[in-house]
Nanobody, 122 residues
Framework: QVQLVESGGGSVEAGGSLRLSCADS????????MAWFRHAPGKGRGGVAT????????DYVDTMKGRFTISRDNAINVLYLTMNNLKPEDTATYYC???????????????WGKGTLVTISS
């Protein structure tokens, strides 16, 4: 049974940083990509960043480039999202996902975590 478990969310002031973690287990095949999505209040779920598991390449939604970094520690099966210079508009529930792609689209993901809440105050 595939499990994705997020952690690291919380409340910080604007300009601060957080690192989210996603521990995975139970994969019976290596997913093509893993990704972070977010669901902000009043908005749909949207892609943030993706990690291609075979090559280690990464990709980001344009508005996240420069502030967010996705990475993975393959030795312990943990995906990270390091977020810097956080803004109130980054407030959302952040989800870890894995799948066959397309990798920045929810429709391309086969497995989802339950999410971790990030709240940024101004």
């Amino acid at each position: 049974q595939v499990q994705l478990v997020e952690s690291g969310g919380g409340s910080v002031e604007a300009g601060g940083s957080l690192r989210l973690s996603c521990a995975d287990s139970g994969f019976y095949y290596r997913p093509y990509c893993m990704a972070w999505f977010r669901h902000a209040p009043g908005k749909g779920r949207g892609g943030v960043a993706t990690f291609f598991t075979e090559t280690g390449a990464t990709d980001y939604v344009d508005t996240m480039k420069g502030r967010f970094t996705i990475s993975r520690d393959n030795a312990i099966n943990v995906l990270y999202l390091t977020m810097n210079n956080l803004k109130p508009e980054d407030t959302a529930t952040y989800y870890c996902a894995a799948g066959r792609g397309p990798c920045l689209y929810a429709s391309g993901m086969d497995f989802w975590g339950k999410g971790t809440l990030v709240t940024i105050s101004s």
